[in-house]
């Protein structure tokens, strides 16, 4: 059994420059925003006495300036979008926004610049996140991160959420913090740290299709990853109103090591008031909130969320159009699912809900364990099964749901996704051959089928590059695309 990891750990800020500062000023100007964003009762008494929102909120706006505080664009641009600044925004609002759009352009550079040392796993890692890019709407696949594991520490979520896009089960149990179960739970964070490297093995977190809070020793797991990465990962509650001392106690233990921000899912509107009477702004400056009680939070067409909006279609009632309308997944992970109460792990990517993936991820492959030695025996088998980056004759390769082809011209392939249209040249490309992607075949059938004209070498070269840029993936011929 592994006992300690001999990896050195940088310890730097993993935001840079995009580290949230700890001046009250971005804490209140946040604050505006967000109040401004989930709160009615707010953004009311802020348009009939402007004057006493600076005066409670202590704001460091001029109360000339706060309707620009407000303005559409910059509540929209609160929410981490990206986007030119008028020239008169006021410099406090300007210096929170640039700051909001630094972390944006980090998120991006971190998913698209670092990933496993695992070769294999790197490479497929890479196709997925191609793959997601045709595959999904660009709000979605802008904010995926496809971080390397998830470590579920209960079975099932007491939060019981209608709108669950995981489809949560309901709490069965924790995964207690003895002396056994910690040594396991540490041997599993050095594991998957030897299989995908520091730099992206830090990116994990401690919740999937659970509730973090709802492990009373949660708070211990999190000093394990601390001392495994030299970072503290980022905690995605919906519990937090239910205990504010120990919400603003693990908050502070969060806030004395390196991170990146918080997330507390507000699921009762009366949740909100709790969160914002208890805490100051400062608290909650690296804290994102995501209104779950109102429209303004987007749903996301998978899981329970969607057999909810099925089932209200077919009743005649209205279900939200995104529901039923528009590709979405919640799945932040091209890694390793594990459930320590249950002793599994799976290897996922995120993709759109369909009956292969009803939770908004697919799964590539699940083993079960008991020790750490089993552990490293199945993540290591289901890295090397996601197979060669190169295609093997026998391969099925299909398109992927949702991906449409056409030949535009000669040798030209255009692949229409969600967030991008793709033209990719290539000289053995023919309308025969685009036109037979359609249907799942072996890389050896398209190779020796009508479409060679360059030789087999040609198609394969061809294969390959659209196997790269997730215009095709390994599949079964029983898939129809
Ligand atoms: S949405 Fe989150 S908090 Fe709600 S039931 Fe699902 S996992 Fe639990």
Request: proline share 7%; aromatic share 8%; charged share 25%.
């Amino acid at each position: 059994m592994i006992q300690s990891s001999n990896i050195q750990l940088p310890t730097e800020h993993p935001w840079g420059d995009c580290e949230v500062p700890i001046s009250s000023e971005y804490g209140r100007i946040k604050r505006l925003l967000d109040l401004y964003r989930m709160d009615e009762d707010f953004r009311e008494a802020f348009h009939r006495t402007p004057r006493l929102v600076v005066e409670s909120l202590g704001l460091p706006i001029a109360a000339e300036d706060l309707h620009k505080a407000v303005h559409p664009h910059y509540v929209a641009l609160s929410q981490g979008r990206t986007g030119p600044l008028p020239e008169d925004t006021p410099p406090g609002l300007a210096a929170y926004l640039a700051l909001r759009d630094r972390q944006q352009a980090e998120r991006i550079r971190r998913r698209d610049d670092i990933g496993p040392s695992h070769a294999r796993l790197a490479a497929w890692r890479r196709r997925q996140i191609a793959r997601c890019r045709l595959q999904l709407p660009s709000e979605f696949y802008e904010t995926i991160m496809h971080g390397p594991f998830a470590i579920e520490l209960s079975s099932g979520c007491s939060a019981g959420c209608w709108f669950c896009a995981v489809s949560a089960q309901e709490f069965k149990g924790h995964f207690p913090h003895r002396s056994q179960e910690a040594t396991l739970f540490r041997g599993i964070l050095e594991a998957l740290h030897e299989l995908q490297g520091t730099e992206f093995a830090r990116e994990g977190v401690l919740y999937w299709a659970t509730d973090p809070l709802d492990n009373p020793e949660y708070e211990h797991f999190l000093d394990d990853f601390v001392r495994e990465f030299g970072r503290a990962p980022t905690t995605t509650t919906s519990l937090a109103a239910v205990d504010i001392e120990r919400t603003r106690r693990l908050l502070e233990r969060i806030s004395s090591h390196p991170c990146w921000f918080q997330r507390f899912s507000i699921v009762k509107k009366r949740d909100l008031r709790s969160i914002m009477d208890a805490f100051t702004p400062e608290e909650t400056a690296n804290v994102e909130f995501l209104p779950a009680f109102s429209k303004l939070q987007p749903l996301t067409r998978s899981g329970r969320a969607l057999e909810v909006a099925v089932r209200q279609d077919a009743r005649g009632k209205e279900a939200p159009e995104q529901l039923l309308e528009q590709e979405s997944t919640c799945a932040c992970v091209t890694g390793f699912l594990v459930n320590m109460v249950e002793r599994t792990v799976s290897l996922i990517s995120p993709h759109p809900a369909t009956p292969e993936a009803p939770h908004g991820y697919l799964e590539f492959g699940r083993g079960s364990f008991t020790d750490v030695g089993e552990f490293e025996q199945v993540v290591n088998g289901l890295a090397d099964a996601v197979g060669d980056p190169s295609l093997d004759p026998d391969d099925v390769v299909g398109l992927p749901h949702g991906v449409r082809v056409s030949f535009e011209a000669p040798h030209v392939l255009v692949a229409h996704g969600q967030s991008c249209t793709l033209r990719l040249q290539h000289p053995a490309m023919n309308e025969s051959l685009v036109r037979s992607l359609a249907r799942p075949t072996t890389c050896l059938e398209f190779a020796s089928g009508a479409h060679d004209t360059l030789g087999i070498a040609a198609v394969f070269d061809l294969l390959n590059q659209l196997h790269g840029h997730g215009v095709i993936s390994r599949t079964t011929k029983d898939a129809r695309p």
